[in-house]
């Protein structure tokens, strides 16, 4: 019923215009059963805070359904998870949501099998990940935690290869800098 939803649709839609014909025929239950953790997972390594995550995660699939996109086979996870950075950037302006710690115990509710996942549990590295930058957080999480490549990570956010490739050096390099520093004391 509601998966038949996500086959509607005009044919005349921007993704469509680049001569990609086809459209996802997954079902939005089918969607919600692959995607929904990995939605979740993003919102609250982003935002530090499962309530807020499981909203965001809730409004990212209460706007599949109401606005029906035409997804391309295979671009469905960067649609859901580009609709959720969105999202969370939205919340992360918000006024007292500037200051969150991410070493929270909660955080191991949501393990991940990637690398990225495995060095969260440091909370070092969750904190530091933490205090970059909106733009540098973005990619960080999207290319080491969901494991996006740079022109899948520039395509979803909408900016050139080359300043992913820039975003994600300086976040290294700050994330190196800032690492050195918690060590000594």
Known sequence: MIGSLLSLGSTDHPEMASGESSVS???FDELYERYATDVLRVSYYYL???QRAEDVTQDVFVRLITTCP??????????????????CRDLWRGAWLKKVVLGHPAFELFP????IGRL?????LAEAVNRLPA??????LL???QGYGVSEIALMLDISEGTVSSRLSRARSRLQNDLKGDDVI
């Open 48 to 50: 530090g805070d499962r």
């Open 120 to 124: 969260a549990e440091n909370t070092a």
């Open 143 to 145: 290319h080491y935690y």
């Open 135 to 140: 733009g540098f957080k973005e990619v960080v």
């Open 112 to 115: 991940a099998d990637d690398e």
């Open 25 to 27: 025929a997954l079902s």
């Open 70 to 87: 035409q997804l391309v086979p295979g671009r469905e996870k960067a649609w859901l998870l580009k609709v959720a950075l969105n999202r």
